[in-house]
Every structure is written in C-alpha cells, then in structure tokens.
C-alpha cells in the first residue's frame, strides 16, 4: 500500500505519540499498520509525505546516488536576490550532525506567491518587511536543510512547504488529506532520475 499525505503544519511525522503534538495517527484515514513514512518533515514544515508498507523505497528514494527530486515551495524574509538564487543552485555550506556539509546543485527559482492552502497559525504579517518565494528542488534530505540553505544565502526560511515528490504532487490537496496512489507512480517514481519533470510555478494567488 501506497499513501500521500499533505501534511499539515504543527504535526510530526511518525505515528508514535511524542509530547502533546499532533501526530499521524491524528489523521481521520485508516492507515494499516505496517505503513510508515518514506523520511520525514519536520514539525514546522507542510506538504507531501509518501508512506508505503515497501521498505526498499525508503533506499530507492532517500539515496542521493539516485537524484529523486523533491521541491520545495518557501518564503523566505526579505526580497530573495539573484546572487542568492545562484548560491543555492551552485550548493551552499551548511552543518550536518556539527559538522560542515557542501550540498549538493540544486534548482532554484523565484515565483510568484503560490496558491497554497492557508497556514495555521498564519505567518505574521509585517508591512515593512517583503518576504518572497522561491521554489527550491533538491535531490537530497538533510535534517533541516532548505531552512539551514536559505539562512546561509541570508534568507530565513519563514513557510515551508514539500511541493512534489519526483511526479507526485500536492496538487488539489488540503492540508491532513491523505491520497491513496498505485503502484504504477512508485514504479515512475523509482525509474525517474533528475529528470526535472517538477511542473512550476503553481498559478499565482490573488493578492488581496
């Protein structure tokens, strides 16, 4: 069995209770018991999460030999420069387990503000402050990395949010909506290498 989860923000990516936060088990779907989460989001980031009962995707898919693209819809403080986009793409230096990490190239670009679901909590509003999009498609998974990239280039991360896993996207989805797929897309999925097939940007929101 085969899900994609958009997961909602605030919620941890396990089924196993850790504090008073929400977690997958809080989802009103029937998960069999034997599924379980291909890597993770951390609790302060949203979108995709592919669970499968296949332990062999988690290698396929998580293996950076295997450059299985996942984008990243962020808002970042501040007006995102050029200079910075090209720093993200070239690989930045960030710290991994205390120790110094040169990620890898990447896909960075500036877009326009996505039509997302709304946050909860929202992200504060200030007026004289811009903040601004970028899609960012990385073919590996450090703990915190989009966050610890766009810090490093001078652009905290302020939204997060997992666009698309290779094909699959969240297209259509609201947050805690969980998607039963088959095994046709994990077959795509696994046979589909840096192919850069991620569809951007998403139609701009009106801006009210």
Do not use: C
């Not at 605030?10 to 929400?22: I, P, R």
């Not at 094909?167 to 994990?186: C, F, K, W, Y």
């Amino acid at each position: 069995m085969h899900y994609l989860i958009y997961k909602p923000f605030g919620m941890l990516s396990q089924f196993s209770a850790e504090g008073e936060k929400q977690t997958l088990a809080d989802l009103s779907f029937a998960i069999e018991r034997d599924v379980y989460p291909v890597g993770r989001l951390d609790a302060d980031s949203e979108g995709l999460l592919l669970l499968t009962n296949d332990k062999s995707i988690n290698h396929r898919l998580l293996d950076p030999r295997f450059a299985h693209e996942r984008t990243y819809y962020v808002q970042v403080d501040g007006t995102v420069t050029d200079d910075a986009l090209t720093k993200l793409a070239d690989g930045v230096t960030i710290t991994v387990d205390g120790k110094p990490h040169a990620t890898l190239p990447a896909i960075a670009r500036r877009i326009d503000e996505p039509a997302l679901p709304p946050r909860n909590p929202p992200i504060r509003y200030r007026a004289a402050i811009p903040t601004s999009w970028i899609a960012l498609t990385l073919t590996e998974g450090k703990n915190r990395q989009v966050r610890k990239m766009t810090a490093a280039v001078g652009f905290p991360t302020l939204r997060l949010v997992r666009w698309a896993i290779g094909h699959l996207t969240a297209e259509g989805m609201q947050p805690a909506d969980v998607r039963a797929i088959p095994e046709s897309d994990i077959t795509q999925l696994l046979h589909t290498n840096g192919a850069a097939t991620t569809r951007l940007p998403l139609r701009p929101r009106k801006r009210r």
